[in-house]
Nanobody
């Protein structure tokens, strides 16, 4: 059973940085994509970023490009989302999600389409406020 556990959320002032972690366990396929999504109250879920296990390719939403960086530690089966220059509009519950594939899959094929992801974490709250 694939499990995803997020951590690292909290309260941060505008312009600050946070690093979110997604600890993953139970992958049954070597080919998978792990993504970060966020949802603010009254807004639709947004795909923020994702990373492919196949080739390490990444995807970023335009709203976070240049400020957020996704990375992975294969040894620890953890995916990180480094968030810099945070803005009040970045405040949301951030979810880690994963999809497994029997075939190699690159991040650009999946992007921020939440419907493609099979497994979801419980979320971690990020609040950006002075």
């Amino acid at each position: 059973q694939l499990q995803l556990v997020e951590s690292g959320g909290g309260l941060i002032q505008p312009g600050g940085s946070l690093r979110l972690s997604c600890a993953a366990s139970g992958f049954t396929s070597p080919y998978h994509v792990v993504g970060w999504f966020r949802q603010a109250p009254g807004k639709e879920r947004e795909g923020v970023s994702c990373i492919s296990s196949f080739d390490g390719s990444t995807y970023y939403a335009n709203s976070v490009k240049g400020r957020f960086t996704i990375s992975r530690d294969n040894a620890e089966s953890t995916v990180y989302l480094q968030m810099n220059s945070l803005k009040p509009e970045d405040a949301a519950v951030y979810y880690c999600a994963a999809l497994e594939s029997p075939f190699p899959v690159v991040a650009g094929k999946v992007r921020g389409d939440g419907a493609l992801y099979d497994h979801w974490g419980q979320g971690t709250q990020v609040t950006v406020s002075s």
